[in-house]
């Protein structure tokens, strides 16, 4: 070809114009290329259909970060626990592995964490709530023991007394366990004072411990009981709305 060519320079000019011939359409593809994709038509709908809701830009630069911080990812040294080869790779295994192992120790367990919370927050102050009920009982106790036992009897049969506040031991537990039960206090369990020389003094009695028993100590108990559990379900959506948001 090239003897040829040494023959005949017409054939020379020819191959030198079909080569400028070609490198000009070269030039014009490109240019086309150029014009239509990047600052023509084809880019500007391009450009459109990206930016078209918030949402799409929002997950192309949530990609664009998630990329930057790859490189982050695979040097960091829980990476290379699982990187042995330094490949920058690990497996699907070995990733189930990890994610497994990170999920273990960062989430929180969800059958402890209301007895953690029950334990450490709500227990204390629930004793000490049920103490002082148990201190008050005792007091109004000892006031009913040694000034309005008679009214604890309501037996109809002498011969077979009704064993309420014979001693300060059964008298206590009655109040404990029939008193604090009763809705209207422990007035509602014995006899009625009308009539009795001691009638203001036992409006004052019971008036006072189902003030103070009923309505204050049990409600204060309840209230405890029942903010706890409304504080332990607030956390709960907390740490739910936590971890969606992170994921």
């Given amino acids: 070809m090239q003897m040829k060519l040494s023959q005949d320079s017409s054939q020379i000019k020819l191959l030198k114009e079909l080569l400028d011939l070609l490198k000009d359409m070269v030039v014009m593809m490109l240019s086309l290329l150029e014009g239509n994709i ?23 630069l949530k990609f664009f970060d998630m990329f930057l911080k790859l490189k982050d990812l695979t040097s960091s040294e829980a ?38 919370y029950w334990d450490k927050f709500v227990k204390r102050k629930l004793v000490l709530t049920v103490g002082l009920l148990a201190v008050v009982v ?10 309005f036992r008679k009214f604890y009897n309501k037996s109809e049969d002498e011969d077979e007394p009704d064993m309420k506040c014979d001693d300060m031991m059964t008298c206590y537990l009655f109040h404990m366990y029939v008193g604090v039960r009763a809705g209207g206090g422990i007035g509602d369990e014995i006899e009625d004072p009308a009539g009795d020389p001691y ?7 019971d008036i006072t411990f189902f003030f103070f028993v009923i309505v204050i100590l049990l409600a204060i108990i309840q209230g405890l009981i029942i ?9 709960q959506e907390q740490v739910k709305e936590d971890m969606e948001v992170r994921s």
């Fill in 38 to 60: 990047v600052n023509g038509t084809i880019g500007k709908q391009m450009v459109d259909t990206l930016v078209e809701s918030s949402s799409n830009v929002e997950m192309i």
């Fill in 79 to 116: 990476f290379k626990e699982y990187d042995s080869e330094g490949k920058g790779i690990i497996s699907k295994k070995e990733f189930q592995k990890a994610m497994e192992g990170q999920w273990d120790r960062l989430v929180i367990n969800t059958p402890s964490f209301p007895n953690n």
């Fill in 138 to 147: 005792y007091l109004y106790t000892v006031v009913a023991f040694n000034f």
């Fill in 199 to 205: 009638e203001i003094y036992r409006i004052v009695f």
């Fill in 227 to 235: 903010d706890a559990f409304g504080e332990l379900r607030d956390q």
